[in-house]
């Protein structure tokens, strides 16, 4: 039973740009959140998607968005990238009716430079 | 209000001996207290959780100690071994928040 998967492992863009990750959730579950990890912190919830729409919102800018598709899955975009953008992003899956097992990814690591 | 304050930053433990995590929080709505242990490159894993209506809890070595009118909850790990070294990071979550809270982590290091 696959857990969390996130591509790419790893990534390095330059400031300006704009990047997508992406993540697959755990089988069965249905409700997908972000977080990103800078480095020596704790993850910080960027927003959580369930039924293809943004549930909830954290303290990140309109540049950060995402989509859910009917398979579950999703997708985080993040524009105009900031050298302060570099981070781990993980994604995290559970089911919402049990809304507090999250399954963590391993996540991404996005460089900028 | 939302903060998750954890300390110490870092801790060094000598194999066999007890680790001890602390963590503090202000809102009193949260009411699911998970602890992860995040190795080099991977994602956290839940190790273990409580909710504030029972004092401690315990799954093997691992055991969580819960004071409410404190604020207050730790992270106990008895006979500490060198798998064991891993960043720690206690979290809260609120029914109506959708989102985990957590704290900056410990550091944990278990000497052989």
């Known amino acids: 039973d696959a857990g969390v998967t996130q591509s790419p492992t790893h990534l390095i863009k330059t400031r300006g740009q704009q990047v997508t990750l992406r993540c697959s959730p755990k089988?069965?579950?249905?409700?997908v959140s972000w977080y990103q990890q800078a480095l020596g912190q704790g993850p910080q919830f960027i927003f959580q998607y369930y039924e293809e729409e943004e549930r909830q919102r954290g303290n990140f800018p309109d540049r950060f968005s995402g989509h859910q598709f009917p398979n579950y899955s999703s997708e985080l975009n993040v524009n105009a990238l900031l050298l302060g953008d570099s981070a781990l992003y993980l994604c995290?899956?559970?089911?919402?009716?049990?809304?507090?097992?999250?399954?963590f990814g391993s996540g991404t690591r996005l460089t900028v430079v | 209000q939302q903060q998750v304050k954890q300390s110490p930053q870092s801790l060094i433990v000598q194999k066999g001996g007890i680790s001890i995590i602390n963590c503090a929080y202000e809102n009193t709505a949260f009411d699911y207290f998970p602890w992860y242990q995040q190795f080099p490159g991977k994602g956290p894993a839940l190790l273990i959780a409580i909710r504030p209506d029972v004092s401690e809890k315990k799954e093997g070595r691992f055991t969580i100690s819960f004071n409410k009118s404190a604020k207050q909850f730790s992270l106990h790990i008895m006979d500490s071994q060198p798998g064991d070294s891993a960043t720690y990071f206690c979290?809260?979550?609120?029914?109506?928040?959708?989102?985990?809270?957590f704290g900056q982590g410990t550091r944990l290091t278990i000497n052989p």
């Open positions: 979290a809260a979550s609120s029914k109506g928040a959708q989102k985990l809270v």
């Open positions: 089988s069965g579950h249905d409700t």
């Open positions: 995290a899956s559970s089911l919402d009716i049990k809304n507090y097992g999250y399954t």
